[in-house]
């Protein structure tokens, strides 16, 4: 399974690079696939690239599902051997 995560640009760099916030995490994604992307926009991130600019309501949309999953997947797995 493929996931691309939604992020905000919080600065551009030479070479097509950027930081991108990815749900408090910082990380250097490339712009390269999209040129278009500026500082503030939100971006599908994707293998350290940048892959699709989309709107606030969808990144933020995109952000629920991931945390339902994650919520999901806490209450499914099993507790490690000896927790309490």
Do not use: N, W
């Amino acid at each position: 399974m493929c996931l691309a995560v939604p992020g905000r640009i919080t600065a551009v760099h030479e070479g097509d690079r950027a930081d991108v916030d990815m749900l408090g995490a910082r990380r250097e994604v490339s712009l390269r696939l999209v040129p278009e992307a500026r500082e503030g926009d939100y971006v599908l991130v994707h293998a350290g690239f940048g892959i699709q600019v989309i709107d606030e309501r969808e990144a933020a949309e995109t952000i629920r599902l991931l945390q339902e999953m994650d919520e999901l997947l806490d209450d499914e797995l099993p507790a490690p051997k000896g927790a309490a």
